[in-house]
């Protein structure tokens, strides 16, 4: 394999098309090393099953489109359990060695035609945005692209008596890990090819059809869990989960319109709100609650009225920024609550529309979502007709360095 030379993917240029990505995530083995009634992709690394940081690795990733997962028959409760709240694909059956279950889940993505597939083993659940990132660049210009890492230690071949039978030499010798990513139909045809071969990994299938793969930099974190001292490890990496609350409160007075947008919804009104941007009150003040979860300052910080480009702009983008920052320091959103001060317009009649949008814009299930409001009885200037306020509050899981 050769070592790719990087450009950014098509998803992330500005200058080209989309790309439709599908990550197949393989968990349907035993992981009988590890030990215990459960196999290892659903046992817990800071509280969060093994398999459902992988899954939420690339729900985070804005270059991949869906998610299919490839479990075992007898697990379909395990991973119910484990994945509650995402948005994957239904699972699909795996077979009776990893490379069946590969081929299967492949198969099963013949429907949806996608350009590329990242296939990625449950059991690694440290995987980041940039490996993601770099196999996708790689793809532009070859078959297929692998994550690794040199080997930098000693290689020994030892016989079955335990004697050191000879020193490898380690030049050129690379750790492969995943996601391993491929042209579809390419691998999918490479895989209905050597069918029935024992093969370790995906890449030798590629490479037994002769397509051209490349290796792109991993990460020493980007680890499988096999072993309990492989758990420990994740769990060190991992650190100890934090929890953190923020809120945010704004206010926008009403001026000449026919509509105001709140949560992302355009309601109709006798009015407009005030601002700089679209002046969506509830998006200010989650916004604010969000940076504060994570101490990172207020809007205005971040997107000062004073600079003309937000001018009318979709408070939308400011949202998804503090997402993006709570995503970049490896946290979650846990959940969020949003109440809506005003008089008018009537908010009920929108709050499912409000939650889907929000669901939308921080990538997390609608039932970490609340919306709801209230009057102040005719008191304030709210009371009076004379704005809308927002409050909102939120907490964020981050993880803070475990003790050794």
């Not at 040199?150 to 290689?155: E, H, K, Q, R």
């Not at 490349?214 to 420990?232: C, F, Q």
């Not at 009920?348 to 919306?371: C, Q």
Request: aromatic share 4%; glycine share 10%; with cysteine.
């Amino acid at each position: 394999m050769r070592v790719a030379k990087l450009s950014l993917p098509r998803h992330l240029n500005g200058n080209a098309v989309m790309t439709r990505c599908v990550a197949l995530v393989v968990g349907a083995g035993r992981g009988s090393r590890l030990g215990g009634d459960v196999p290892k992709q659903y046992r817990s690394v800071g509280g969060i099953p093994i398999i459902r940081r992988t899954f939420e690795a690339f729900l985070r990733h804005r270059g991949v489109d869906v998610i299919r997962p490839v479990i075992h028959p007898d697990d379909y409760d395990l991973f119910s359990d484990a994945i509650s709240g995402l948005d994957v694909l239904p699972p699909v059956n795996g077979g009776s060695t990893r490379q069946d279950s590969v081929r299967l889940g492949l198969e099963s993505l013949v429907d949806l035609s996608p350009d590329f597939v990242l296939i990625q083993d449950a059991a690694r659940p440290l995987l980041d945005g940039a490996i993601i990132d770099r196999v996708l660049a790689a793809l532009r210009d070859h078959h297929g692209a692998i994550p690794a890492v040199p080997v930098a230690d000693t290689l020994k071949r030892v016989g079955a008596d335990g004697r050191i039978g000879q020193t490898v030499a380690r030049s050129g010798l690379w750790r492969a890990q995943t996601p391993q990513g491929f042209q579809f139909g390419s691998i999918l045809t490479a895989h209905r090819a050597t069918r029935g071969l024992d093969l370790t990994d995906d890449a030798a299938v590629a490479e037994n059809a002769g397509l051209d793969v490349v290796v792109v930099e991993g990460s020493e974190d980007n680890m499988k869990v096999t072993t309990a001292g492989d758990l420990l490890r994740a769990e060190r990496i991992v650190g100890i989960p934090e929890f953190r609350t923020g809120s945010g409160f704004d206010v926008h007075r009403f001026c000449a319109g026919d509509h105001v947008t709140l949560c992302g919804v355009r309601i109709p009104c006798d009015a407009g709100l005030e601002g700089h941007s679209d002046a969506d009150v509830a998006f200010h003040a989650l916004t604010d609650a969000l940076l504060g979860a994570v101490g990172c300052g207020d809007i205005g910080q971040h997107f000062p009225p004073t600079e003309p480009r937000w001018r009318g702009a979709d408070s939308a983008i400011f949202l998804a920024a503090a997402r993006d920052r709570i995503n970049a320091m490896s946290g979650s959103i846990v959940n969020i609550d949003v109440t809506i001060i005003c008089q008018l317009p009537k908010i009920g009649p929108h709050r499912t529309a409000m939650t889907e949008r929000l669901a939308e814009v921080l990538s997390i299930p609608a039932t970490r979502i609340n919306v709801k409001a209230t009057t102040t009885e005719g008191l304030g200037f709210t009371g009076r007709g004379e704005g809308i306020a927002a409050q909102a509050s939120a907490t964020v899981r981050l993880f803070s360095p475990a003790e050794t």
